[in-house]
């Protein structure tokens, strides 16, 4: 079964460190680039990043560029997201999300995990 | 950055009706663009893929259209089990960019 399982979400200060890990399973991981979209408490969908399937070539929307930073071990079939300079405005549920084709940036995503929710809040 | 303005926001239907959600890109984006559902306390579900390109598994009442800047997500004859949230999604350029979702509700 393909199957994404994010872990390492918690209750953090404003200002603070984390880092989210995405398992992959059931699929050739570093055959595809992957992604996180995040989701903010009863709001829309929101792309944060993405990584190429060998880690060379990552890209970030303006609203995270420069604080967090998104990489994978392929010999672990995991992705990973370090936030850094965390904001309220960075509460959100985090996804991993696969792609459907091996592509630079592989269309729709057709694989999503069940998220790990971030909270920034003093 | 391409964005995506869906419409409507919010649509109340009975079952059995037909339900049409659109999706409008601020520049033409050729046929990249792709709908979920999602469901409360449920990950994005694919739908569509490529605006017209049906999903296995996904119920052949769904269906897509467009090209350039309009699409369309039809459902025809709405079934309770369809109440959700509905967004598109472009992966013509980068930064990727989501419509802000249609939500869905069963009278």
């Known amino acids: 079964e393909v199957q994404l399982v994010e872990s390492g979400g918690v209750v953090v200060q404003p200002g603070g460190s984390l880092r989210l890990s995405c398992a992959a399973s059931g699929f050739t991981f570093d055959d595809y680039a992957m992604h996180w979209v995040r989701q903010a408490p009863g709001k829309g969908l929101e792309w944060v990043s993405l990584i190429s399937w060998d880690g060379g070539s990552t890209y970030y929307a303006d609203s995270v560029k420069g604080r967090f930073t998104i990489s994978r071990d392929n010999s672990k079939n995991s992705l990973y997201l370090q936030m850094n300079s965390l904001r309220a405005e960075d509460t959100a549920l985090y996804y991993c999300a696969k792609p459907e084709l091996r592509a630079p940036m592989g269309g729709a995503f057709d694989i999503w995990g069940q998220g790990t929710m971030v909270t920034v809040s003093s | 950055e391409i964005v995506l303005t869906q419409s409507p926001d919010f649509q109340s239907v009975t079952p059995k009706e037909k339900v049409t959600i659109t999706c409008r890109a601020s520049?033409?984006?050729?046929?990249?663009l792709h709908w979920y559902q999602q469901k409360p306390d449920q990950s994005p579900k694919l739908l569509i893929k490529y605006a017209s390109q049906s999903i296995s598994g996904v119920p052949s009442r769904f269906s897509g259209s467009g090209s350039g800047t309009d699409f369309t997500l039809t459902i025809n004859s709405l079934e309770a089990e369809d109440a959700a949230t509905y967004y598109c999604?472009?992966?013509?350029?980068?930064?990727?960019?989501f419509g802000g979702g249609t939500k869905v509700e069963i009278k």
């Open positions: 520049q033409s984006i050729g046929s990249s």
């Open positions: 999604h472009q992966s013509s350029s980068l930064p990727l960019t």
